[in-house]
């Protein structure tokens, strides 16, 4: 079974400019999370897809978006870059992670803002 | 919302010794959590687990124990050997269709030999 996949690895983007990141999750997963994680405030949460739709939200600006496509797929949208967007972004799937299902993680797309 | 905290935020211990890092958490609602690895640029693993219905759970040299009265709850390595140096989260979950995950600020085990 072939694992989550994220694209695309590394991301060098200016200040100002947007970004979208794509995440495949494992084959049956409906719940897609994404993860924004840096070494000042580690790992958060941005938010959960299940089924096409945004069943929860973390505490981050409007200028993080996201959503999901009817085969599990999902995007994350970053608008208006600043500074501190630089992290690594997290995607994991589950069966169903309200039920408590076991997360799976992908590598990971590391965005640097310059 | 949900706070978690975790200590220690650095740990180093001997290979052979045990290491245990511990959590609290401010939501009384939370019912599930999990323990994740993360080794040097590589992705977050599951290690193990725990509901709030079980005190205890172990895997091999690996256990987590969970005070709901307290609300902490730990995680155990014993005979700890090199390839556990990683970055350790402990996390808790409140399940349903409002699930909320927050993640401990992490403990980075280093074992020597």
């Known amino acids: 079974k072939a694992g989550v996949t994220q694209t695309p690895r590394y991301l060098i983007k200016t200040r100002g400019q947007q970004v979208t990141l794509s995440c495949s999750p494992i084959?049956?997963?409906?719940?897609v999370s994404w993860y924004q994680q840096t070494p000042g405030q580690g790992l958060q949460f941005l938010f959960e897809y299940f089924s096409e739709t945004q069943r929860n939200k973390g505490n981050f600006p409007g200028r993080f978006s996201g959503r999901q496509f009817s085969n599990s797929r999902s995007e994350m949208n970053v608008s208006t870059l600043e500074l501190g967007d630089s992290a690594l972004y997290l995607c994991a799937s589950s069966f169903d992670r309200a039920t408590g299902d076991e997360q799976y993680f992908g590598p990971g797309t590391r965005l640097t803002v310059t | 919302g949900e706070n978690v905290e975790q200590h220690p935020s650095t740990l180093s211990v001997q290979e052979g010794d045990s290491a245990v890092i511990k959590c609290t958490y401010s939501d009384s609602a939370s019912n599930y959590f999990p323990w994740y690895k993360q080794e040097l640029g590589k992705r977050p693993q599951l290690i193990i687990d725990?509901?709030?219905?079980?005190g205890e759970k172990k895997d091999q040299r690996i256990a987590v124990t969970l005070n709901k009265t307290a609300k902490h709850f730990s995680l155990h390595i014993t005979e700890t050997q090199p390839e556990d140096s990683a970055v350790y989260f402990c996390a808790a979950v409140r399940t349903g269709t409002a699930s909320k995950l927050t993640f401990g600020t992490g403990t980075r085990l280093q074992v020597t030999l």
């Open positions: 725990i509901r709030s219905n079980v």
């Open positions: 084959s049956g997963h409906r719940s």
